[in-house]
C-alpha cells in the first residue's frame, strides 16, 4: 500500500462510516457522517442527529475528502459542487476555495491549489 492508501485507510477508520457498498457522493453530518444534512442560510443541520456546522466548515471538509479520494484530480468549483451534489451554489464554493486556496488560470480553465 502506498501513502495515499494508508491515509485513505486511516480517514474510513477513522471515521467509521459504515458498510457501504461504495462511496456515495454527498454532504455527510460532521457528527454522525449521515448523508441527510440540510442547508440552510449560512448553517447545514443534520437531519439524523441534530448537529449544526458552519457552511464554509462543511464545503472545506467535503473539499478534504474529496482531496483525499481524488489526489491527483484538479480542485475546481464545479468538482467540488458535483461532489456536494449541487447542496452549495457555486458562487459559495467559489469564495471558499478562493479564501483557503491558491487560484490558478482564469474562467473556466481556472483551479486551486
Not at 70 to 96: M, Q
Amino acid at each position: 500500500m502506498n501513502t495515499v492508501q494508508h491515509r485513505l485507510a486511516h480517514h474510513f477508520i477513522q471515521h467509521d462510516i459504515g458498510d457501504y457498498p461504495h462511496i456515495k457522493k454527498g454532504v455527510r453530518c460532521c457528527n454522525c457522517q449521515h448523508l441527510s444534512v440540510e442547508i440552510n442560510a449560512r448553517k447545514s443541520a443534520c437531519k439524523k442527529c441534530g448537529e449544526n456546522e458552519q457552511i464554509s466548515e462543511s464545503i472545506l471538509r467535503n473539499i478534504q475528502e474529496l482531496q483525499l479520494l481524488f489526489p491527483h484530480e484538479k480542485l475546481t468549483t464545479n468538482l467540488v459542487y458535483d461532489w456536494c451534489i449541487e447542496e452549495y451554489s457555486k458562487k459559495i464554493i467559489r469564495g471558499c476555495l478562493e479564501k483557503h486556496f491558491q487560484k490558478t488560470g482564469v474562467r473556466q480553465w481556472t483551479y486551486y491549489k
